[in-house]
């Protein structure tokens, strides 16, 4: 299936990866239309030992082609953010140049330190991508 020939099947993808993905405990993300041509999906996927993932996309689509606009995605256990993804563009700093404009802030300096992003895409969902990497996360505790 791919997720991205509609909003209709974008949504079906969102509203199933609590089935597809045993990790996930409980999921709050909705999908909602904003207007002609315009969604959005909010809100967050729970983790065990209190990981979460905070989801904002932009979505749009014309002539049968989804695809996402923006998107934040922050990860979360208890109350300490751990990182989060933007495509915020950073065209000065050259180590991000490989995954332009998609990148990951890291600490020890969260707000300012940042790294590349492979794998993250405004074509294809990013949210399995996420998933993963927190079930990693999850292993190695």
Do not use: C
């Amino acid at each position: 299936m791919n997720p991205f020939r509609s909003l209709s099947e974008y949504q079906q993808f969102v509203y199933s990866l609590q089935q597809r993905h045993a990790s996930v405990l409980h999921s709050t993300l909705t999908v909602a239309r904003r207007g002609r041509g315009i969604a959005t999906v909010v809100g967050e996927l729970q983790f065990d030992q209190g990981y979460r993932l905070v989801v904002s996309e932009i979505l749009t689509w014309d002539d049968g082609l989804l695809q996402i606009e923006r998107y934040g995605y922050e990860v979360w256990r208890a109350s300490d953010k751990l990182y989060w993804y933007d495509p915020q563009p950073h065209p000065n700093e050259p180590a991000l140049a490989s995954t332009h404009p998609h990148h990951k802030h890291v600490p020890p300096d969260i707000k300012h330190h940042r790294i590349p992003a492979p794998g993250m895409r405004f074509d294809d969902p990013n949210l399995p991508l996420l998933i993963e990497e927190i079930e990693r996360q999850l292993a190695d505790q």
